[in-house]
């Protein structure tokens, strides 16, 4: 399985905090959270995206899933993971 299920509590934000390796922690809109996951997608290590994902007709329905259904991206190799968690900020 590469990408982890979360469980979403009843809050209304698009604000999300983003974790890249080798990065810092960033806020970012979920259009930019939807555009940093379609890049990831778009250069996948190997020829396939996993098979959960690569059911999906376009890069951006993939990316779409990803944002409303988990919080995690396991990317093969020696790349890490990408992590992403909804926030409410005041």
């Given at each position: ?21 080798g ?29 959960d994902?690569?059911?999906f007709e376009?890069?951006d ?19 890490g ?10």
């Open positions: 399985m590469f990408a982890v299920r979360r469980r979403r509590a009843h809050m209304k934000s698009e604000t999300y905090v983003l974790l890249e390796p990065k810092n922690e960033e806020f970012v809109s979920e259009e930019e959270l939807k555009m940093r996951l379609k890049g990831w997608l778009e250069s996948w290590p190997g020829d396939e995206l996993p098979p994902l690569a059911g376009t890069i329905d993939a990316a779409a899933y990803l944002v409303r259904s988990v919080c995690e991206l396991e990317i093969d190799g020696e790349v993971s990408v992590q992403w968690y909804q926030v409410h900020l005041e």
